[in-house]
């Protein structure tokens, strides 16, 4: 590798082998793959679409990749939906402890946003790392479409 190439980004196709979820009460989830390298050329504007063969099987996939600069925005808006979501999960918080530790009188029920701010802190909880990892990651490809094993394929960034 001689460093990231102007106009171009790398990505791996990668192909599952086997996703295996085992044990009863503490479930461990072991996916096994191979990776195959692609340099995939990047338009002048807007997006084109690339066709990648994947190395293990031959399935041909159909990627989309877009600009740079489109992929550099699309990466910050979903920085910035991380640290909303991070903002919502912390307010969130601290609502529900406020809320959820008051000694309310007699006949008095829980404020209804009690259970919105619940559910706030699960929904969250996820989407603050996911859009996290997907921000820093994204790299403007994008797959479109794979043969019937769709899910046995995915389209991996490859930090240059
Ligand atoms: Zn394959």
């Known amino acids: ?3 990231p190439i102007p106009g171009t980004v790398e990505v791996a196709v990668r192909h599952i082998l ?3 979820t085992t044990g009863f009460l503490t479930r461990t989830r072991t996916i096994t793959w191979k990776d195959g390298l692609f340099r995939v050329r990047r338009p002048a504007s807007g997006k084109q679409s690339v066709e ?3 190395p293990v099987c031959d399935a041909s996939l159909l990627a989309e990749v877009r600009t740079e600069a489109r992929a550099r925005r699309t990466g910050a808006v979903l920085l910035v939906l991380a640290a909303l979501s991070a903002i919502v999960f912390v307010a969130a918080c601290a609502y529900a402890f406020h809320e959820g530790g008051r000694t309310l ?5 829980l404020p209804a946003l009690f259970p919105v701010s619940v559910v706030s802190i699960f929904v969250t909880f996820v989407a603050a790392p996911v859009l996290l990892l997907r921000g820093r990651r994204h790299n403007g490809v994008t797959m479109l479409d794979a043969p019937k094993p769709r899910r046995r394929h995915a389209i991996i960034p490859v930090r240059g």
Not at 105 to 109: A, K, N, Y
Request: glycine letters at 14%; aromatic letters at 0%; one cysteine or more.
């Open 1 to 3: 590798m001689n460093g």
């Open 18 to 20: 086997s996703d295996r």
């Open 52 to 54: 990648l063969i994947c």
């Open 105 to 109: 009188p007699e006949g008095q029920s």
